[in-house]
Each structure stands twice: as C-alpha cells, then as structure tokens.
C-alpha cells in the first residue's frame, strides 16, 4: 500500500504538496506533514480526498482515482514524513465512503 501510495502521490498530489509534503502555503496549497487532518480523523481525511474541499484549490479525486488507489495515497500519506499512525486504509473503506 505504501508503495502504490507514494507513486499516486508523486502523480496527483506533489506538485501542490511538495515530495515531503511541506505544501505551498504562499500558494494557497497546505503542509501534509505534520497536519491534524493527516494524522488525526480519518474519515474527515478520506472525505477531502474523494470531494475535495469546497472554497479552497484542493480538488476532488473520487473520479479520478480508484477505490485502491486512494486507500493507498492516503495510507501513504498518515505514515510518510514522521507520520505514525499506522493506519492501512483498505479499497472496501473507500468504498464505503463513497
């Protein structure tokens, strides 16, 4: 999962986040690495990816990635960078969210 993950971070996520996940504050395009909403509430986490976040630059990737792959990024992201959370995110909870 965190091999996938990073490859769809790499492709959809990095050039606003950055490859450490510092973000681009300046540019409207938060910090993952250290963030509450990274390594706290997961199902808040899930929703941003798949719908995006209103008012904001982040865009919804429901349709565009698969249930797997955003189980993986967002595995990915809560244990890349000093996180450890420790959660692996699986398709079938995607699923669900949707």
């Known amino acids: ?6 490859k769809v971070y790499q492709t959809n996520c990095q050039s606003c986040h950055q490859a450490g996940g510092e973000g681009l504050a300046a ?9 509450d909403i990274v390594t706290s509430d997961l199902v808040a986490h899930t929703d941003i990816v798949i ?6 630059t982040m865009a919804a990737f ?10 993986a990024v967002l595995t990915y992201e ?6 450890d959370t420790g959660d692996l995110v ?7 969210a949707r």
């Open 1 to 6: 999962a965190m091999e996938l993950g990073e």
């Open 27 to 35: 540019a409207g395009f938060p910090a993952l690495k250290g963030s």
């Open 51 to 56: 719908n995006g976040m209103p008012g904001t």
């Open 62 to 71: 429901g349709g565009l990635l698969n249930d797997e792959e955003i189980a």
């Open 78 to 83: 809560r244990n890349a960078w000093g996180h």
């Open 90 to 96: 699986k398709p079938s909870d995607i699923k669900a």
